[in-house]
């Protein structure tokens, strides 16, 4: 199965992924950035963001982007690709409440999108009112079976007596908001147009009311679920995610009938936000497909304050916004209706005006002459340019808006650049805070990191590590917070502890682990090299689960079974996953060589060089074991000299003299320098 699923295919339904190097890159999905820093490995068949530090395979990512339980992300992967699963009862520790509580209201609600579309298709009243309002829109099979459109029957008990017919958990339908607490239909009289996440799966409904009714609402929506998030969700979304790579633009529109009718006219690269302001989460949803946005609503007053809403939120997320206004009197529905596919698009593309152009012409219009609204317009402007954060874009704005304001360069851009040295300042204080909150999260009680077990496996790349700890305990309290500054300085601290070298052993283990070594005396594989070379002092591994990595990868070649990395990086043990994906996808690792220019002519490229890399962090660890060793036994000399205990002290000094000279041993074989 995870053989099978490609992982840049899967992963490529949700971000625009582009070459690099060996891999491939694209704006990470699970949190908010500009520089893409998620990466892609179709060789490995993994992903890894060092932004945020989620990885894993497509499996994971699945569970991560569609909040699937993993027989969820299972079933959609062997859907996907054609494969038949055999459905096993046994109990699975993957089966947590959560995620069984999730699957169970994913069912639920796939059951009311088919209900809802069997009552449009088959019930008289939903064939009289419903499919005849569809129709009448021009609407053809294809596309009511396309967006899952349905109807809601009149009757506020025939959904909730059909469930229960069919043995559905009424609470659920009351979780999803299909019944009220009472007990009745949500909707009811209502044609039914269903909200889809990216994968498609039916997450809310919404429903519009045919018949005068002052009383009652136009549209009636789903409520908030565990399943669904209307800040985060934008309707058309799963069908329009093609089209909208292929076309390189995002239309935006307002409601549901839009989206469709523009569908079925051929203009399939559009979404709306279903009445509800733009949000930073549905722009950063359009950014994974596209860079391009035009918002495109209806002439009137109330269409442009909408279509402003949310704007400067675009400018922020560098998306290239532009806005274009219908005619008077006209919505996306009925202008293509008028005009058709051709005309629609060419009338776009000639009135569509970027949105810093768009706004200075309105309010040009509006301020004339009077010199108080135009000293309010050029703050309103400063203001959204400054949230541009592409330099050269936000000099052109700056010149652009100086010709058409009258106002000299100097003085937008001082005001600009004020504005964004405020930013960076609250940027700052945020990330200073947030960092403060997360080093007493990661401290206990008495002032000591947790141990790396007790650190969540969805915890940033820079949570602390036990490396961390060992500077702490030691005493060197400035130098783990001066390491804390940069990558780089983190990374020389961390080089620092004893836990660098496990991590160091356990990474050629799972990266090199099967390879052969040629020896005289027989071959072995790098693993067993390794363990045969540290198993004297394994028991001293301060992180436990690169013990257990070790000694398993041991276990299995002594079995005859395999230790490729991707058996590591697909282990069924979370933790153990995490930690071969990171360091597999290690933005130092070989891989990315590549990818950064570094290019070798004389000497073999470093993961075919992996016994001098195995002698190398060998040689490390023991020379650091060594040295904690013998830290602990002068303590113990001490003691024995000051209790006058001299057999003791004649013991100790021995095996100190003994750890002294391998140590040095090591250090002069292996050019390591003494400390």
């Not at 062997?78 to 993957?94: H, K, P």
Request: net charge negative; proline share 3%; glycine share 6%.
């Amino acid at each position: 199965m995870i053989a099978a699923a490609r992982v840049e295919e899967v992963v490529g339904d949700f971000v625009t992924l582009k070459r690099a190097g060996s891999g491939m890159k694209g704006l990470c999905p699970f949190h908010d950035e500009k520089t893409a820093s998620f990466n892609v490995s179709p060789a490995k068949n993994i992903y890894k963001c060092f932004g945020c530090g989620k990885g894993g395979n497509s499996i994971q990512f699945l569970m991560e982007v569609e909040k699937m339980s993993f027989v969820e992300a299972i079933r959609s992967l062997a859907s996907r690709y054609g494969i038949e699963l055999e459905e096993s009862t046994d109990n699975n520790e993957d089966y947590e409440e959560e995620k069984k509580h999730k699957e169970s209201l994913a069912i639920v609600n796939q059951f009311a999108e088919k209900y809802f579309s069997d009552k449009l298709k088959e019930h008289p009243e939903g064939k009289s009112i419903g499919l005849s309002y569809f129709r009448e829109r021009g609407y053809r099979e294809s596309i009511i079976e396309k967006f899952g459109l349905g109807y809601a029957l009149k009757d506020r008990s025939d959904l909730k007596q059909q469930a229960t017919l069919s043995q559905y958990n009424l609470e659920y339908l009351q979780e999803l908001g299909l019944i009220t607490q009472k007990g009745n239909d949500f909707f009811n009289g209502r044609v039914m147009f269903t909200i889809h996440n990216l994968s498609g799966k039916p997450i809310a409904f919404a429903g519009r009311i045919l018949e005068t009714n002052k009383k009652a609402p136009k549209y009636l929506n789903s409520p908030e679920s565990v399943l669904y998030n209307k800040s985060k969700t934008l309707y058309g979304m799963f069908q329009a995610k093609t089209a909208l790579r292929k076309e390189n633009n995002c239309i935006l529109v307002e409601g549901y009938t839009d989206v469709i009718s523009l569908h079925q006219n051929g203009i399939e690269n559009v979404v709306a936000s279903s009445g509800t302001a733009l949000t930073k989460e549905q722009l950063l949803l359009i950014k994974r497909f596209t860079d391009n946005l035009t918002i495109l609503y209806d002439g009137d007053s109330a269409g442009i304050k909408a279509a402003m809403r949310g704007m400067d939120l675009a400018l922020e997320q560098d998306l290239n916004a532009r806005i274009a206004l219908l005619p008077n009197g006209d919505d996306p529905d009925s202008y293509v209706k008028k005009v058709g596919h051709e005309k629609f698009n060419q009338y776009i593309s000639e009135n569509a005006k970027d949105f810093i152009l768009f706004k200075l012409d309105l309010y040009l219009e509006d301020a004339k002459d009077d010199p108080i609204k135009k000293s309010a317009i050029i703050k309103e402007i400063v203001e959204s340019i400054a949230k541009i954060s592409d330099t050269i874009k936000r000099s052109a704005y700056i010149q652009k808006a100086s010709s058409l304001l009258g106002t000299r360069e100097e003085i937008l851009n001082n005001a600009a650049n004020k504005i964004i040295r405020e930013k960076i300042r609250r940027q700052k204080k945020t990330r200073e805070r947030e960092q403060r909150q997360k080093e007493n999260k990661n401290f206990n009680a008495v002032g000591f990191p947790h141990s790396d077990s007790d650190i969540s496996n969805d915890a940033p790349i820079d949570a602390p590590w036990p490396a961390e700890q060992t500077l702490y305990e030691a005493g060197e309290e400035e130098k783990y917070y001066q390491s804390k500054e940069s990558t780089s300085k983190k990374q020389a601290a961390l080089e620092t502890g004893d836990v660098y070298q496990e991590k160091d052993l356990v990474r050629i283990v799972i990266t090199n682990g099967s390879d052969i070594i040629k020896d005289p005396e027989g071959n072995v594989t790098v693993a067993e090299y390794i363990y045969s070379n540290i198993v004297d002092v394994i028991e001293y591994f301060d992180n436990e689960i690169y013990k257990e990595i070790i000694l398993e990868a041991i276990d299995r070649v002594e079995k005859g079974e395999s230790i490729a990395s991707s058996y590591f990086s697909n282990h069924p043990d979370s933790s153990k996953q995490k930690i071969a994906i990171d360091l597999m996808s290690s933005p130092h690792s070989y891989a990315a060589w590549d990818e950064k220019g570094v290019h070798l002519v004389n000497q073999p490229f470093p993961e075919k060089n992996y016994l001098d890399d195995s002698f190398q962090a060998i040689a490390r660890f023991k020379y650091r074991k060594a040295k904690r060793i013998m830290e602990s036994l002068e303590v113990k000399i001490r003691e024995a000299s000051e209790n006058d205990d001299q057999e003791k002290l004649k013991q100790l000094l021995l095996a100190y003299k003994q750890l002294q000279a391998e140590k040095i041993r090591i250090a002069e074989h292996r050019g390591i320098v003494i400390g």
